[in-house]
């Protein structure tokens, strides 16, 4: 396993944990932070060690200030940092970006991760690797957004259309003063995440090489054409993984839905 760059060791890597037995380490989305998973912890902690790890800029994890662009390997690092010691099989659960960060850390560890379940992972590479021309423009132009307001400071413009292309439209316009300020706070490591997410390059076949047999994929059939995309690559490369839909909730819905997502995740995590 590879160190943690600099600023990342172990005793850094914020997390939330509860429960024994075979490990589990979840992997939330942007924005969201480790306490998205709070339900399913508590859910999983009849029968696993699960803990929910902080990302870079979440939590008391620190925030990045390398002077280079963050790549996927260094938010990997985070979450094999966040692997309990003893070299025990891993179950490993990631959603949107935290979802590619979950492939790259199974990935570098290999035959210690057990299995992989990942919703709606967020891989966008793959889109501009594999010709998916009109879906990867799609979500450079979010990317777009985030990284030239974001960058001069201007947060709630690429604030509102992140709320907006994620949750549906209507989305910033339903949201609290308050809450907007939160959401902007959080939505700031982002801007480093673009960079990890596309500046990947990691062929598709190596990810089907590399992952584990037992990779389950889940999504909801009327989320945005990029994510949709990605499921489709990912099914026809490796068929032999598990691919579930959910009848409603969208890409947010490990949030907006743990009542028909926790069910099916530790379903997966059991089979």
Not at 10 to 37: K, N, T
Not at 89 to 99: D, E, M, N, Y
Not at 215 to 220: E, Q, S
Request: hydrophobic share 45%.
């Amino acid at each position: 396993m590879s160190e943690p760059k600099p600023g990342y060791d172990p005793r850094a890597v914020d997390f939330i944990e509860s429960g024994r037995g075979p490990p589990v380490v979840l992997v939330h989305s942007s924005v969201a932070g480790a306490r998205q998973w709070r339900k399913l912890i508590d859910e999983l902690s009849f029968d696993f060690h699960a803990r929910a790890v902080n990302l870079v800029g979440y939590g008391r994890t620190p925030p990045w200030t390398q002077d280079r662009e963050q790549s996927l390997a260094d938010q990997a690092a985070v979450v094999e940092a966040a692997v309990p010691a003893g070299g025990e099989p891993v179950r490993l659960v990631g959603h949107s970006f935290g979802g590619s960060v979950a492939m790259k850390a199974a990935l570098r560890m290999g035959a210690q991760v057990d299995r992989l379940v990942l919703f709606e992972p967020n891989p966008f590479f793959l889109l501009r690797d594999n010709r998916c021309d009109a879906a990867f423009a799609e979500i450079w132009g979010l990317r777009d957004v985030i990284k030239v307001h974001g960058g001069r400071g201007e947060w709630d413009v690429p604030a509102e259309r992140f709320a907006d292309y994620w949750g549906g439209p209507g989305t910033w316009a339903a949201t609290s003063a308050e809450r907007r300020a939160t959401f902007i706070e959080a939505l700031k490591p982002v801007w480093h995440e673009w960079d990890a997410v596309m500046g990947e390059t990691t062929p598709l076949a190596d990810w089907v090489a590399g992952l584990p047999e037992r990779t389950a994929v889940i999504h909801d059939p009327a989320t945005v054409r990029p994510i949709r995309e990605i499921v489709e690559l990912l099914k026809a490369a490796a068929p032999h993984w598990r691919f579930e839909t959910i009848p409603e909730g969208g890409h947010m819905a490990p949030l907006s839905r743990p009542d028909v997502v926790n069910p099916m995740i530790s379903r997966l995590l059991r089979d």
